[in-house]
């Protein structure tokens, strides 16, 4: 063997070493604070969603490659992951089944060393994070195609959860199946965001195929794992859990196609740092009012990242107004912000604060 690969390898392994002695040196140190907290009495937090936020960004800060930001910061959310779980192991409830999108949310901000829960509808995870059957829920709220998934936004208005964290997902839609080919297809089951996304390329490839909208990703391709000539659209994940054959990858018409989800927890986090704010407002329907509303975080110079309206289901014509900002809710100025804000709502609401997605 070539003498500079050989002296090359045997410097990986003495390294390989090391570092999986400063994990398990870290892990010790993880178990040791679980000790301290719980000789302090009471019930003890140990996920703390700005302390993860303040370590990943700092990873990332320090970075000097040749591994990228956000690869590093991967690797280190898994080492945190493994390490939360010697202190307190935790249930992520989602948007189910196994295979979705939203498990990879989920799994993308708590890493794999969480149990997740998959449910089958947003109330479901609303509820099971509510009762503490969960510690935390993920669920989808946006994307960038195809705009808000409104259910969410109306389950948060009469939920006591808060919003304490957020992840975006780049998504990338497959067409699988277990035809030979496309030309065998009758039938395309996915759920109707996904539809909507590839909405396009479909007419193009497949324009005289049914396209059948069901509940999720993974149940379309649970359903075309069972049925001759028929096809699914979802993530790669599903194809690997139900035995798909990936038959075309990528087909989402914009090739930027994200969704955005949120994580939802019975506490309200503290300052990162980094922060963003969601408020829930509403205000009787007369000329001015949103203006009257929002004027007072142009005046405390807070700066408004998001706005999306909903019918208030409490009469014709009236509205409930979600909004983001940028800062914590006790960072200073947003907190002058909110108060002079809430003097002028019908209805006023903290949806939570929380850090801005790293990932």
Request: net charge negative; hydrophobic share 40%; charged share 25%.
């Amino acid at each position: 063997m070539n003498e500079r690969l050989q002296a090359i390898r045997t410097r990986i392994d003495a390294l390989d070493q090391q570092i999986q002695d400063l994990i398990n040196e870290r892990a010790s140190l993880a178990q040791e604070v679980a000790e301290v907290k719980r000789a302090e009495g009471g019930d003890p937090t140990f996920y703390r969603p700005e302390r993860e936020a303040q370590v990943l960004t700092a990873v990332m800060q320090r970075n000097r490659g040749p591994i990228s930001n956000e690869e590093m910061a991967r690797l280190f959310r898994e080492i945190m992951s493994a390490c939360l779980a010697l202190e307190q192991p935790m249930r992520i409830a989602f948007l189910g089944p196994e295979g979705t999108f939203t498990q990879a949310a989920a799994l993308k901000h708590f890493g794999h060393s969480v149990t997740t829960v998959p449910l089958a509808t947003i109330d479901e995870v609303f509820r099971e994070v509510e009762a503490g059957g969960a510690d935390y829920g993920v669920v989808p709220v946006e994307n960038s195609t195809e705009g808000v998934v409104t259910h969410t936004l109306d389950r948060m208005m009469n939920s006591p959860l808060k919003i304490s964290g957020e992840v975006a997902i780049r998504i990338h839609q497959h067409l699988m199946g277990r035809v030979s080919g496309m030309g065998d297809i009758r039938r395309i089951y996915s759920h109707r965001q996904s539809l909507a996304q590839c909405r396009k390329w479909l007419d193009t490839h497949l324009p005289d195929v049914e396209r059948v909208d069901v509940a999720s990703n993974a149940e379309a391709a649970r359903l075309a794992a069972a049925e001759e000539q028929a096809a699914a659209i979802g993530p790669e994940a599903a194809a690997a859990l139900y035995g798909l054959i990936l038959l075309a990858s990528k087909i989402e018409d914009q090739p930027d196609n994200t969704t955005r989800f949120l994580v939802l927890g019975r506490a309200q986090a503290a300052p990162s740092g980094n922060d963003k704010t969601s408020l829930l407002v509403a205000s009787r329907n007369k000329p001015g009012m949103l203006f009257k509303l929002l004027e007072p975080l142009a005046r405390n110079d807070v700066s408004m990242t998001r706005i999306e309206s909903r019918p208030s289901r409490q009469a014709m014509w009236e509205y409930v107004f979600f909004v983001d900002v940028e800062g914590h809710m006790n960072d200073p100025q947003v907190a002058a912000a909110l108060n002079e804000l809430e003097q002028h709502a019908l209805l006023f609401k903290v949806l939570g604060s929380f850090p801005k997605g790293v990932l």
